[in-house]
């Protein structure tokens, strides 16, 4: 045992608490109480978890002052093991999530069609929490891959949680939910290596996906912009697979889920969406709770898809098939409410982390499909849960907690937090007069007579895997074609086997050979592999889908978007305000750069401060951009590569940017060719017709395009 010290010579802490002194040493705060004693307010007292008040949350307990730490610490103990547990197990998929509270609203009555009430009560507000993820990277990855987006609701209606667990492609990978835990590992990190991190442009996802032709359609979603979006404000969601809805009289109609953000679909340019995860890792977490924090709450509008069996009959693909959509031309959408996000999560481990979201949760009125994903989908979930969050009370968590009155004879269980009262723990019974029994308005599953085969058979109804995939392509506009070659370039670019690369390039002949060319020649191929011979049903042509594009279902707008100003010491101030006045009248937020965090003083000898600096603030994170300096400022900036990078990457991005005579210094450097994005600051009415759109033309004078 180590020699002990005269305790004499040391102070002991509770000392030096109670000794009042006018300044504090970095020794002293150590210890503590003082500190905490000279901030404002009225404080609670701090406890154990059992309640136990704390006199000294800075020091363990020591056998002496320089001695070891003692066992018995359980303050300390319960802290440090409290803190051990923090991370319970990570979704599997859609890891990396962003939330928020809201509500839906219904403004049309779907009572012909079903009983569940919060489709039927028109003017009602659901309470709802909707989670947006991405797919493939773990909770700490960045916010902008390439990869599909999450975007789940959880309704909490007067008839219990309905959770609609939909993403922002209305189709998916897989027609069998017994192919999803291949499809997932193949495109997460490679097992060995452990990366690519969040990205699918690795050898096994592709290699995957070359034997798997029913993962095409998707495949042609995954590479379109759909996957880099400029905001989750501006995404789409689909609850994908048909369910059912079934009415008072017990009749069932097949329905689609479509939510459709209010400030239209917007997407990124890949080179920006690269650039974006060094700018801010968390840009699309970041711009939701600005929004919301600034009282601009993102809204969609929800739409079903309602048809019948004898519809479906005459549609040329079974809409059971999850690779599967029904074009709009096919059978309209009909907006029948709409969802409000306002409010984000006071704690995002408590809400964001632990919220359950099950696809089988549904309340009376909305029936399930036998599409085969769906059917998977409805036993993983739940034991998912039960894997992450630990236990089968996973529901009493208060963001998982019905809103309407619950109850059965379910009891304990790891964490029960309820203290149910009585003997009466089953069903049914005569001892208690209070307990939970059945009722006729309860959940009833439509009555299906199924026949056929039994085994383990793919109906041939399922078997076209390239027709809509071709539609897909061929409804697009020519600038996403080119992204979607480009994408399918880099993708396959990053794929080290050869027969990988040619293995898709043959699969993209069935659907569209032009964009197999165009890929084959982006790659460098020798030769045009071969076509696989896995197209078993003929490929048909169907009539172009404009629902299907990004670009033309965007808005050109400024609403919820974002202009930079670029200033500098010198910068016209007058100017700054006149275009400030009218990005903030377009709807943007305005945000000030310069190269100093301070500010810049203008020519007038006024100070104004930045909200960014320069080399933190790129033009990634904007929409449009001004560049306000004056001719010093101008010649000083041209030497900063952040300033000059801060121009050709906005116009590179396709962006408007509004520059002055001050500014003509860095644009020369930056090599920006005019055009009709690039306008005279001093015309802010040009400037923001501008900023309203992106320069797409502009896109082949920029890089070289596949
Ligand atoms: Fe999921 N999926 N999934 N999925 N999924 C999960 O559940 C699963 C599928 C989707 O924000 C997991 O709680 C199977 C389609 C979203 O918390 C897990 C199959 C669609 C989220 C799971 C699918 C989705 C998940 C992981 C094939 C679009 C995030 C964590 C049969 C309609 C929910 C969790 C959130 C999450 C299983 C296919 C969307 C493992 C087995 C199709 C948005 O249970």
Not at 75 to 95: N, S
Not at 527 to 551: E, F, H, N
Request: hydrophobic share 40%; glycine share 8%.
């Amino acid at each position: 045992m180590a020699t002990r010290k005269s305790p004499g010579k040391q102070k002991p802490n509770t000392k030096s608490r109670d000794t009042k002194k006018s300044s504090t040493s970095v020794g002293e705060l150590g210890n503590g109480g003082e500190l905490h004693q000279t901030v404002a307010g009225k404080h609670a007292t701090l406890t154990t978890n059992q309640g136990t008040p704390i006199s000294d949350n800075q020091n363990s307990l020591r056998a002496h002052p320089r001695g070891p730490t003692l066992l018995e610490d359980f303050i300390l103990r319960e802290k440090i093991t409290h803190f051990d547990h923090e991370r319970i197990p990570e979704r599997i998929v859609h890891a990396r999530g962003s939330a928020a509270h809201g509500f839906f609203e219904l403004t049309k009555s779907l009572k012909k069609y079903t009983t569940a009430q919060v489709l039927t009560e028109v003017g009602v507000r659901t309470p709802v929490f909707t989670r947006f993820s991405t797919v493939a990277g773990g909770g700490g990855s960045v916010d902008t891959p390439r990869d599909v987006r999450g975007f789940s609701v959880k309704l909490y209606t007067q008839q219990g949680n309905w959770d609609l667990v939909g993403n922002n492609i209305p189709v998916f990978f897989i027609q069998d939910a017994i192919k999803f835990p291949d499809v997932v590992h193949a495109v997460k990190m490679e097992p060995d290596r452990g990366f690519p991190q969040a990205g699918s442009a690795h050898d096994t996802f592709w290699d995957f996906i070359s034997l798997t032709p029913e993962a095409m359609h998707m495949i042609m979603w995954a590479m379109s912009d759909r996957t880099i979006p400029r905001s989750l404000r501006m995404i789409e969601g689909f609850g994908v697979h048909s369910f059912r809805l079934i009415n008072a009289a017990g009749d069932s109609t097949f329905v689609k889920f479509h939510w459709r953000p209010k400030l239209g679909l917007q997407s990124t340019i890949w080179d920006e969406a690269v650039k974006l995860q060094c700018a801010d890792n968390d840009f699309h977490r970041r711009d939701l709770f600005d929004a919301i924090q600034s009282g601009n709450f993102p809204e969609w509008e929800f739409a079903v898809q309602l048809f019948t069996q004898a519809q479906a009959d005459k549609f040329p693909f079974d809409h059971l098939d999850p690779t599967k959509l029904i074009p709009e031309e096919l059978v309209p959408l009909t907006v029948i409410g709409r969802m409000v996000l306002d409010r984000w999560p006071d704690n995002f481990f408590a809400e964001t982390e632990q919220v359950a979201y099950c696809p089988s949760h549904i309340v009376p009125g909305i029936d399930f499909s036998n599409d085969p994903l769906l059917q998977g989908r409805l036993f993983s979930y739940l034991d998912t849960q039960l894997s992450r969050l630990g236990s089968p009370n996973f529901h009493q968590l208060p963001i998982n907690a019905p809103k309407c009155p619950f109850a059965n004879q379910q009891r304990d269980g790891h964490m029960q937090m309820e203290v149910p009262k009585g003997r009466v723990n089953y069903e049914p019974s005569t001892l208690d007069p209070n307990s939970a029994r059945e009722t006729p308005k309860g959940f009833r599953s439509m009555a299906i007579v199924e026949s056929g085969e039994r085994g383990r058979i793919r109906a041939e109804s399922f078997a076209d895997h390239y027709s809509q995939a071709r539609q897909f392509f061929r409804s697009q506009t020519k600038y996403e074609q080119t992204h979607m070659a480009g994408a399918l370039v880099f993708e396959l670019s990053k794929v080290e086997h050869p027969h990988i690369r040619e293995a898709i390039v043959g699969h993209l002949r069935h659907i569209d050979p032009s964009l197999a060319q165009r890929v084959a020649d982006g790659l460098g191929l020798k030769g045009m592999p071969d076509a696989p011979v896995g197209a078993i049903v003929p490929v048909k042509d169907q009539p172009p889908s404009p629902a299907l594009r990004v670009i033309g279902n965007g808005k050109d707008t400024l609403q919820g978007r974002a202009v930079g100003i670029l200033i500098a010491d010198g910068s016209d101030g007058a100017a700054i305000k006149a275009i400030r006045k009218a990005a903030t009248e377009a709807g943007a937020a305005v945000k000030i750069v310069a190269p100093k965090l301070g500010g810049a003083k203008l020519a007038d000898g006024s100070m104004l401060p930045a909200d960014g600096q320069l080399a933190g603030t790129p033009s990634v994170v904007f929409d449009a951009v001004a560049i306000v300096l004056s001719d010093a400022g101008g010649k000083m900036l041209a030497k900063e590569a952040a300033a000059v990078d801060f121009v050709r990457d906005a116009f590179g991005h396709l962006k408007a940017i509004a520059a002055d005579a001050g500014a003509q210094a860095v644009l020369k450097q930056a090599g920006i060719e005019k055009d009709a994005g690039v306008v005279d600051a001093k015309d802010p009415k040009a400037f923001i017709k501008a900023a309203k759109t992106r320069q797409w033309d502009r896109e082949a004078k920029v890089r070289t395009l596949p």
